[in-house]
């Protein structure tokens, strides 16, 4: 079975800090891994992804994760927050082996201080 | 990015009625589009995927019969929440995948509340 985990219920960080959302993951095969953000009463907007290639990975709105194998993680960053960037971020998993069936997490919220 | 669409995006419904809610896909074709339901601050959980043409793959405890699931064509698929009541109120999430795609593109949501 996949699993996603992710530790932190809300994370902090003033504006113009860099920001870090971690993500832990389970898979069976090899993991394609994604990252989604919602606003509030909204659906989810896709902001990456790792399918293969190079570890470090860059996406929409300027934020980038990167994948460790060996730590199971693909934790999500970005250099610099922005008050915009407040919202609820949701790492996912599907393995590799054609069913498309996606586990995501739990959510981390995402609040940056003016 | 694709483009997926829901309607409506809000329902108020009284207790008994039954609800559809359509996930459009506007500008790719979805072969596959799955369905979710979201309660308040907790993550999505998969409710059942359907496949164009087929019958909808139901998730473990979600009841097929009060859920009704139809992928009539490429771009859309429809859920019916059949003798709503009051605890299917929820956030419904629809998204839809393309073949060549790994990604999942999601509507904007239905948000329901049934009296």
């Known amino acids: ?114 | 990015g694709a483009v997926v669409s829901q309607h409506p995006s809000w329902v108020i419904c009284k207790s008994g009625t039954s609800v559809k809610i359509e996930c459009r896909s506007l500008d790719f074709q979805a072969t596959t589009m799955f369905w979710y339901r979201q309660f308040p601050k907790q993550s999505l959980m998969l409710m059942a995927t359907s496949n164009e043409g087929s019958k909808a793959t139901y998730e473990q405890g979600v009841e097929k019969d009060k859920f009704l699931i139809n992928h009539a064509s490429l771009t859309l698929s429809t859920l019916t929440v059949t003798s709503a009541h009051p605890e299917d109120s929820s956030f419904y999430i629809c998204s839809a995948s393309d073949s060549s795609y790994n990604e999942q593109f999601f509507g904007p949501g239905t948000r329901l509340t049934v009296l």
């Open chain 1, 1 to 114: 079975a996949q699993s996603v985990a992710q530790p932190e219920d809300q994370v902090n960080v003033a504006e113009g800090n860099p920001l870090t959302v971690k993500c832990t993951y389970s898979v069976s095969g090899n993991p394609y891994l994604f990252w989604y953000v919602q606003y509030p009463n909204r659906g989810l907007q896709f902001l990456l992804k790792y399918i293969t290639g190079d570890n470090l990975v860059k996406g929409s709105y300027g934020f980038e994760a990167e994948f460790n194998k060996s730590q199971t993680s693909f934790h999500l960053k970005k250099p610099s927050a922005l008050v915009s960037d407040s919202a609820l971020y949701f790492c996912a998993v599907r393995d590799d082996r054609g069913y498309q069936k996606v586990t995501f997490g739990t959510g981390t919220k995402l609040q940056v201080i003016p």
